[in-house]
């Protein structure tokens, strides 16, 4: 497969701090990438570096010259109450070539086109704030798509929703996983997403382990990234990773017997 | 009929009433970028600094507007270097920068004591005594500026609604900062004479929210926003002749009356909309 981004020990840092240390990291065309990895461990500074919008102050970035990078944010970011109707949010990516405001025969036609395929068709005169959590998801997609993108990056796709949107995001990804994008994506979600993943990076500032999930997430890898002790269980061959809090169980322990006592029923 | 027309047999009072229409479009323009980044402050703050740097630089013998339109300009990339490297807020560096340059202007004027400019005009507007030099810039202006909002239209656009994603999309957020900063101080330095730096800012703010309380939609919003400024300073110079006001606040006022019609629309809209749908209306 050809490679589409290389990270040759690359650095990149804000002000005085690196945030990435010695990165070395190869996407190819039709890779689908899961980067985890706690707050602050440098994962959406990666995706940003991959998008060539964050310079390396060491190491080298190589990036394919036909590769088109499509970038979707955390939902989480976007002002809402902006003004733009889907369209019109959709719209904005068609930068190139175009110098009247107004969008050609063409821009029209292709962002239906994309619109149509991620089943928001119907809804291009809305506003981004009237849609359900998966159709708003989909709508920074359709953005992204319309650069004909060979790489797409996405920024924590499933922060805040529930965990039907969830699955609606991650069928859609897979999707256009399917359809030959390249895919990267970060994430918080270890059960969720992460092990669901053919390719995972833990990152802590620096690269801990790449590798598939059965691979990587593994208590001393865990424990590297996120500087905690984490239990993994199997389950049908998937891990599973299971998060104990000692002191709240044992408040709890001692709680849940004394109310069981005064109200006759568990609490 | 003759008493409606009687204003426009006088020549100033038609140069009037095309510099304020021709601000007033131009205010609503811009407006609506500055509104949606959430910098309504910098249109207030930028106004001081213009205003002291002019008086500044015209104490020294140049030109009340080329001296306002370097101060507005050195003000407006100090506030862009103080807020990038993050040790205060924007809000603290608009605050910090424009209210000394406003200072210093004070200061130079009170030693001078001879400014020959009408201080007044500068600060709350008079359109009825407006030069046809001013006539040209404003009119200098509103083209260009249309003119950059019509070829930059979805960079513009891009860079205010996420600025993160423009940058990837291969968009020159930076240039475009720079651009509505231009924009900002040309603005604010050819209106001053007519709306007066103390309502340049609500020039700024009251036609583009108008705009958001009764659209959803980008392109509506701009139109919007121009209209409601256009007919504003057309209308406030108007009544302006007739009930013997200045002109800066008359045409406010005319804004000022028009969100008021606009806010109860919005409000009536909301009470019929099903609450989950609610949330996506400013109100």
Request: charged share 15%.
């Amino acid at each position: 497969m050809n490679e589409l981004v290389t990270f040759d020990k690359v650095t990149c840092r804000y002000g005085k701090e690196p945030v990435l240390v010695n990165v070395d990291l190869g996407v190819s065309e039709g890779d689908f990438v899961g980067i985890v990895g706690p707050s602050g461990s440098g994962k959406t500074t990666l995706l940003r570096a991959i998008a060539g919008v964050v310079r390396p102050i060491a190491g080298h970035i190589h990036r394919d010259r036909g590769a088109t990078v499509g970038y979707v944010p955390q939902v989480e970011t976007v002002n809402w109450y902006f003004p733009v109707t889907v369209r019109e949010a959709v719209m904005m990516s068609r930068i190139d070539g175009r110098v009247v405001p107004w969008a050609s025969e063409r821009d029209r036609h292709d962002a239906d086109d994309v619109l149509d395929r991620l089943g928001i068709g119907d809804l291009g005169d809305r506003h981004i704030r009237e849609l359900s959590g998966g159709q708003q998801q989909r709508v920074f997609v359709a953005r992204a798509m319309l650069r004909r993108p060979k790489l797409l990056l996405m920024d924590e796709p499933t922060s805040g929703v529930d965990v039907r949107t969830r699955h609606d995001v991650m069928h859609l990804i897979h999707e256009l996983h399917h359809d030959g994008l390249a895919i990267v994506l970060t994430t918080h979600d270890l059960n969720g997403i992460a092990a669901h993943l053919p390719k995972l990076v833990c990152l802590n500032r620096e690269v801990i382990a790449v590798g598939r999930p059965q691979e990587v997430i593994t208590p001393d890898v865990l424990e590297r990234t996120y500087g905690a002790p984490l239990e993994v269980l199997s389950h049908g061959g998937m891990p599973v990773v299971v998060e104990h809090y000692p002191e709240i169980e044992e408040v709890e322990r001692k709680v849940v017997p004394l109310r069981e006592g005064h109200h006759g029923h568990p609490a | 009929m003759d008493t409606l027309l009687e204003p426009f047999r006088y020549e100033f009072f038609r140069n009037a009433l095309v510099v304020a229409t021709m601000a007033g479009a131009l205010c609503g323009l811009v407006g609506v970028y500055v509104v949606l980044r959430g910098m309504s402050y910098v249109g207030h703050g930028l106004s001081h600094a213009i205003f002291g740097a002019a008086i500044a630089f015209y104490a020294v013998g140049i030109s009340f507007l080329l001296g306002g339109a370097i101060g507005g300009l050195v003000s407006a990339v100090l506030i862009l270097l103080i807020a990038r490297r993050r040790s205060i807020g924007a809000d603290a560096a608009i605050g910090v920068i424009t209210s000394a340059a406003f200072a210093v202007g004070i200061v130079i004027l009170t030693g001078i004591g001879t400014f020959t400019r009408d201080l007044n005009a500068a600060l709350f507007g008079n359109v009825l005594g407006v030069t046809p030099a001013d006539v040209a810039a404003v009119a200098v202006v509103t083209l260009a500026t249309g003119l950059t909002v019509f070829l930059r239209y979805r960079q513009l656009l891009f860079t205010t609604f996420d600025p993160e994603v423009a940058e990837v999309s291969g968009v020159s957020t930076a240039a475009n900062d720079v651009v509505l900063a231009v924009m900002l101080t040309a603005l604010i330095t050819v209106c001053m004479n007519v709306l007066g730096v103390t309502l340049i800012a609500a020039m700024l703010v009251i036609p583009p929210v108008i705009g958001r309380l009764l659209t959803d939609s980008f392109h509506r919003m701009l139109w919007i926003s121009v209209v409601v400024g256009t007919f504003s300073g057309f209308v406030g110079v108007y009544i302006s002749y007739y009930l013997d006001w200045p002109s800066g606040p008359a045409v406010v006022i005319t804004a000022a009356l028009q969100f008021a019609i606009a806010y109860g629309i919005s409000a009536v809209r909301r009470s019929r909309l099903p609450e989950a749908a609610i949330d996506a209306h400013v109100g």
